[in-house]
């Protein structure tokens, strides 16, 4: 029964930590940079969010399994890395934007799925639609943009809320691009390291 339960601890425990680790990234060298030329959206978007790219891959290889894990790991990185000028939003606004955070890449694939395009991974195909994903991860960036501005609707300016919509969408399409780039080149690598191994 152990390696049963053991197993999806494990997942949870990998996907928090690897958005942990993409969050940390974004708010100790991107986010400095942001402040200076956008101070009034860095509060509440990143023109390039890593952990957006975590949140697609972990849900096409987990599906819905990834909601719980993203929403964890995105708690634990509000809790280490959230700027204090935001600490003022009640708990309940903070559980809101977890959740629509955590579920909009799920939602993103049922949808695709909905009408015959299933772009989940499974091990009969084996199959990472590299090109489709960054569609998917884009109706999630736009669902997810949607969805922090109206949980955050009273704290922004309500002149900012375009460009804060367009900051959440541009920044997780971007930091999606990035996280895909950078594991396949990983890939590239494991696969050259391989060939050489067996020299």
Same mark, same amino acid.
């Given at each position: 029964?152990?390696?049963? $339960? ?11 930590? !690897?958005?942990?680790?993409? @969050?940390?990234?974004? !708010? $100790? ?58 600490? @003022? ?36 195909? %084996? ?20 969805? %922090? ?19 959440? !969408? ?8 990035? $996280?895909?780039?950078?594991? $396949? ?8 390291? %391989? ?5």
């Amino acid at each position: 029964m152990l390696p049963h $339960m053991l197993n999806p601890f494990v997942n949870l425990c990998v996907i928090a930590l !690897a958005f942990v680790a993409a @969050y940390g990234i974004v !708010a $100790m060298i991107f986010t400095p940079i942001q402040t200076i030329f956008l101070p009034e959206i860095t509060a509440y978007a990143s023109l390039m969010f890593l952990p957006h790219g975590v949140r697609i891959l972990s849900t096409m290889y987990f599906g819905w399994k990834a909601v719980l894990p993203l929403t964890v790991g995105s708690w634990a990185s509000g809790l280490i890395f959230t700027p204090d000028r935001v600490s @003022y939003l009640p708990d309940f606004l903070v559980l809101a934007s977890l959740f629509v955070g955590a579920t909009c890449p799920f939602v993103s694939f049922e949808f695709f799925k909905l009408f015959g395009k299933n772009y989940y991974f499974t091990p009969r195909s %084996q199959a990472t639609h590299w090109k489709q994903l960054i569609v998917v991860g884009l109706l999630a960036s736009v669902l997810n943009s949607l969805g %922090q501005v109206v949980v955050h609707s009273d704290y922004i300016d309500p002149s900012a809320f375009i460009r804060v919509a367009a900051t959440y !969408a541009v920044g997780d399409t971007i930091g999606l691009i990035v $996280m895909m780039l950078l594991l $396949m080149l990983f890939f590239r690598w494991v696969r050259i390291a %391989q060939k050489a191994s067996q020299k």
